[in-house]
């Protein structure tokens, strides 16, 4: 069947890869990589596209992650984690799963993707501009080199003849009419467009909380860049070098969902001159300190010279 789906579909300008697999458990891994190794000799170049559960801990790396990567072989690791429930601020769960995972991705060198939270369902509660600029914003901190967003239209998906489950409550809702999300969604897009040839080209060193750690986490270390803030309570610090100069970055998340906080970091080394990209023009400027301030969620990318 598969085979039959590539000859069909394969020279299709649209075609990136193919959807073999959503969730899969474990025992699935086997012939799931006999599905992706017949894609790879039928459609080079095509993705072999599977998507992982969520999870943490060391049983879920040895007996999920690992397995998954030696059997499957996959392009990119990528995995679905939804962190913002009706009665959860925002489930650390989220940091300790994406700490998980990167770590699995750099020891196999492969990037790793996420899907996350846009549409509200079940539990899960409508997301608020900051719930979207965290998740987003925090992924990329950790290095994540795709994200993708579950899901964008509220109503029954008539092309898989999926059923109206009844509360799905997206950037799109249940009439095509565009929602509060949809127009949040579009302006942390735009930000992440005019930022990403930048972040394309950095390589993830190190990741890390100020204020509160979560699990599997850890807090500023003697190699950290940022050794705190002057201001706010709650940041996830990513650490970055330029593959092409070997110029250092970092990228500082406010992790706090209600109250914004101006970013002014204390550096290890005391910089020349501190850069950050704008994320409206992509342009790189001279950071105004101290009186760049940060939204709840949102982020800036700084280069340290």
Request: contains cysteine; proline residues 7%; glycine residues 8%.
């Amino acid at each position: 069947m598969l085979s039959e789906i590539i000859e069909k579909y394969n020279k299709h300008p649209a075609i990136y890869g193919y959807h073999l697999k959503d969730e899969p458990d474990g025992g699935q891994f086997a012939e799931l990589g006999k599905s992706a190794e017949l894609v790879r000799k039928l459609a080079p170049g095509k993705w072999p596209y599977i998507n992982l559960t969520p999870g943490m801990g060391d049983g879920y790396v040895k007996d999920h992650l690992q397995p998954f990567v030696d059997q499957c072989k996959p392009p990119v690791l990528s995995y679905d984690n939804y962190p913002i429930g009706e009665n959860v601020e925002f489930s650390y769960g989220y940091w300790a799963n994406m700490w998980d995972v990167r770590a699995v991705a750099l020891r196999n060198k492969i990037p790793f993707h996420t899907i996350l939270l846009t549409a509200a369902h079940f539990n899960y509660r409508i997301p608020t501009a900051a719930d979207l600029r965290l998740q987003i914003y925090g992924a990329l901190a950790y290095g994540a080199r795709g994200l993708a967003y579950y899901k964008f239209c509220s109503e029954p998906l008539s092309v898989l003849d999926a059923p109206d489950l009844g509360n799905f409550r997206g950037p799109l809702d249940e009439f095509g009419e565009k929602t509060r999300v949809w127009e949040d969604l579009r302006n942390v897009n735009r930000q992440v467009l005019n930022i990403a040839p930048t972040l394309l080209r950095l390589r993830s060193d190190d990741v890390y909380h100020i204020g509160e750690v979560p699990e599997r986490n850890h807090g500023v270390t003697d190699a950290s860049l940022v050794t705190g803030l002057e201001a706010g309570t709650a940041f996830i610090i990513g650490d970055f070098t330029h593959d092409d100069d070997g110029s250092r970055w970092v990228m500082i998340v406010n992790k706090n969902l209600k109250e914004s906080a101006f970013c002014r970091p204390k550096f290890r080394t005391t910089p020349t001159s501190v850069r950050y990209v704008s994320p409206v023009t992509g342009e790189l400027k001279t950071f105004p300190s101290p009186w760049y301030s940060l939204a709840p969620g949102q982020a800036v990318l700084l280069r340290l010279n």
